[in-house]
């Protein structure tokens, strides 16, 4: 689906012109559902100083793609618009942002909440925390496998 | 073994301390070129540069700059060299300049850092003296073509086994040999981390029946290292970029990646 649109950058983005560019000029959305996610300053240990995010390049964009293709299977999709971050941020940097859009609400929030649970466990990106104790690989948490794995069924 | 000594336990800079070292007989040979247009190496030839002879000021410039290698490269140790040679040869093929340097001492350190640096200093010296006549002359090729004695014993960049730093049949990709007939490896993030490696090549004649589990099994046993890093009940692997199983057969070319479970978003 050509209104599909993925990168993977180091610059940061604008959630606000990431919607417009995907709603824009265009008469069949009735809804857009966007998820920005941030860095936070403590996660499994407290002052979480930056993190730096490391991906597979060209397997990234593949699974990413492969998630959406799936989303489009399940809901009628007006488009969709993924960004995610690699390199170093600090806490309050946004990280990653997924857009859905389709003519109705339920498509854009079901998808876009289905496109991130995915995106967690699917996509090859890795997060490295850096805090004042240390730097350390962040571990995968059972809840988003949980999260991902609910779709399975219904 | 493939940690980088040149830093300490906190991530600083420091210069190794060798004095426990054996002192061994070293050499070591560092290998550039230069190309360059085909009549800029007619000329050199020839003999009939503008500023002289390019050959002999380049190869005095390449032993000069071995003695001074401790003052140009922070962490290096000022060395006693007993000998250094540098050959420079006009390739027709190139066309250009092939520069070979080799160094020797009898010592508790490498010289491979000397080598390297008489071969780019030669290097240097033909680009200045040839520049007037041609500026898109292309330096490359920079590296150690092998080195004896010392601890880790002889090495050669072509013979891989004389490498302890890296398995049998095992290249890292960043170097020219490539074989054809060969798995590309790729590992990722903590993983990435534990080995000290981040791409590798394995042949393929490695493995008899070539499947995943038989590559994972063979770089198992490599080492312990290799063994408890592969050995994580959470190892994921692809297989040119999409998720694989350990019963995925691998045929040459393939791309195999090893990587912890995603954290992303």
């Known amino acids: 689906m050509d209104s599909c649109f993925i990168r993977v950058q180091q610059e940061s983005f604008d959630t606000g012109k990431e919607v417009q560019a995907l709603a824009s000029q265009r008469t069949d959305i009735g809804a857009v559902v966007s998820f920005t996610g941030y860095v936070r300053d403590f996660n499994e240990k407290p002052e979480v100083t930056a993190l730096t995010l490391e991906h597979y390049p060209g397997m990234t964009e593949q699974a990413l793609e492969q998630i959406v293709h799936d989303a489009e299977e399940r809901w009628a999709l007006k488009g969709t618009r993924i960004i995610h971050r690699i390199g170093r941020m600090e806490p309050g940097d946004p990280i990653v942002l997924v857009v859905t859009a389709s003519a109705h609400r339920q498509d854009a929030f079901d998808a876009c909440n289905f496109i991130m649970d995915f995106l967690k466990t699917r996509a090859p990106f890795w997060k490295k925390e850096h805090t004042a104790s240390g730097d350390y690989w962040v571990s995968a948490r059972t809840s988003d496998t949980q999260a991902a794995e609910r779709w399975e069924n219904n | ?265």
Request: glycine share 6%; charged share 20%; with cysteine.
């Open chain 2, 1 to 265: 073994m493939n940690t980088l000594t040149h830093l300490n336990a906190k991530g600083e800079a420091r210069m190794v301390d060798v004095s426990e070292k054996q002192t061994t007989q070293r050499t070591a040979t560092a290998t550039a070129s230069v190309e360059m247009h085909a009549s800029t190496l007619d000329m050199i030839i020839q003999g009939g540069h503008p500023k002289g002879d390019v050959l002999a000021t380049a190869r005095i410039a390449g032993i000069m700059a071995a003695k001074r290698t401790p003052e140009l490269i922070p962490l290096c140790h000022p060395l006693m060299l007993s000998k250094v040679e540098v050959d420079l040869e006009a390739d027709a093929q190139l066309p250009g300049v092939r520069i070979r340097a080799t160094c020797k001492l009898a010592g508790q350190t490498g010289v491979e850092m000397e080598a390297l640096t008489a071969a780019s200093v030669a290097a240097l010296t033909v680009y200045d003296m040839c520049k007037a006549v041609d500026k898109r002359m292309v330096i490359s090729n920079t590296y150690v073509e092998e080195k004896t004695g010392g601890k880790s014993g002889d090495w050669s960049f072509d013979n891989l086994a004389t490498d302890p730093s890296q398995q049998p049949q095992a290249s890292q990709s960043s170097q020219p040999t490539t074989s054809a007939n060969a798995l590309n490896l790729h590992f990722f993030a903590e993983l990435r981390e534990q080995l000290g490696v981040d791409n590798l090549q394995v042949a393929l004649d490695a493995l008899p029946n070539p499947t995943l589990q038989e590559l994972v099994n063979y770089l198992q046993s490599q080492d312990s290292k290799w063994d408890t890093a592969l050995k994580s009940p959470n190892l994921l692997m692809a297989v040119n970029q999409q998720m694989a199983k350990p019963t995925q057969k691998l045929k040459a070319g393939d791309e195999v990646a090893f990587f912890p479970p995603v954290t992303g978003g």
